[in-house]
């Protein structure tokens, strides 16, 4: 019903994946940002001389379309130009019908790529909140196999298919797993739906 009905001009700027940074700056703080290395309006305006030897490319438009760059000397270029210049004709509203993203502009940004140490893919905190309350989170990792594990407020699983298998053993509670609920807090108010991911390292 929201994504037919819900038109608050609002959910395309937080559907923006460069435009939303500013809104999360104002709300809970630049520090809870991935670092910004660069944004442009096409793939031959990057300068990847002056990026560091790891990236991430995104589109600000796209969705679960980031390209990861680990050592630059081994990075696939031509591939990247290919996908990229692919997606910055797309439009995500045509093929999904969800309207906030219509009218996002097609932009690039390049962001430092986060490492945990553990030298496998970060988990995905993602918290469903309803007019500002936090009540379930899933952790996905996007490595080979994607799962989806969910969970209450209190980190006790909770029984949800949303279309990927349940990983076991359970995901370990993240040590800053309180302060993402008090944050998500602080992004939904207002909202009647939205979802709030973290990563956390």
Same mark, same amino acid.
């Given at each position: 019903?929201? !994504?037919?009905?819900?038109?608050?001009? =609002?959910? *395309?700027?937080?559907?923006?994946?460069?435009?939303?940074?500013?809104?999360?700056?104002?709300?809970?703080?630049?520090?809870?940002? =991935?670092?910004?290395?660069?944004?442009? @309006?096409? #793939?031959?305006?990057?300068?990847?001389?002056? %990026?560091? @030897?790891?990236?991430?490319?995104?589109?600000?438009? @796209?969705?679960?379309?980031?390209?990861?760059?680990?050592?630059?000397? +081994?990075?696939?270029?031509?591939?990247? !130009?290919?996908?990229?210049?692919?997606?910055?004709?797309?439009?995500?509203?045509?093929?999904?019908?969800?309207?906030?993203? !219509?009218?996002?502009?097609?932009? =690039? =940004?390049?962001?430092? %790529?986060?490492?945990?140490?553990?030298?496998?893919?970060?988990?995905?905190?993602?918290?469903?909140?309803? &007019?500002?309350?936090? *009540?379930?989170?899933?952790?996905?990792? !996007?490595?080979?196999?994607?799962?989806?594990?969910?969970?209450?407020?209190?980190?006790?699983?909770? +029984?949800?298919?949303?279309?990927?298998?349940?990983?076991?053993?359970? #995901?370990?509670?993240?040590?800053?797993?309180?302060?993402?609920?008090? %944050?998500? *807090?602080?992004?939904? &108010?207002?909202?009647? #739906?939205?979802?709030?991911?973290? #990563?956390?390292?």
């Amino acid at each position: 019903w929201l !994504k037919l009905y819900d038109s608050t001009p =609002i959910k *395309t700027k937080l559907s923006d994946k460069y435009l939303v940074r500013e809104w999360i700056k104002e709300k809970i703080g630049e520090k809870y940002l =991935i670092p910004l290395l660069g944004v442009y @309006d096409k #793939f031959d305006e990057i300068d990847f001389d002056r %990026l560091p @030897d790891r990236f991430v490319l995104k589109c600000t438009h @796209d969705s679960s379309g980031a390209i990861v760059c680990r050592d630059k000397k +081994n990075f696939d270029f031509k591939t990247a !130009k290919e996908r990229v210049d692919f997606v910055m004709k797309m439009n995500y509203f045509y093929a999904c019908r969800e309207w906030p993203y !219509k009218n996002i502009p097609h932009r =690039i =940004i390049a962001d430092e %790529l986060l490492d945990d140490g553990s030298g496998h893919e970060l988990n995905d905190y993602k918290f469903w909140c309803f &007019n500002g309350v936090p *009540t379930y989170m899933y952790c996905t990792v !996007k490595a080979k196999d994607v799962y989806e594990n969910f969970y209450d407020m209190e980190f006790n699983p909770v +029984n949800i298919d949303h279309g990927f298998r349940r990983r076991v053993p359970e #995901f370990e509670k993240p040590a800053a797993f309180d302060e993402m609920k008090a %944050l998500a *807090t602080k992004l939904s &108010n207002g909202i009647p #739906f939205v979802r709030i991911d973290f #990563f956390y390292v």
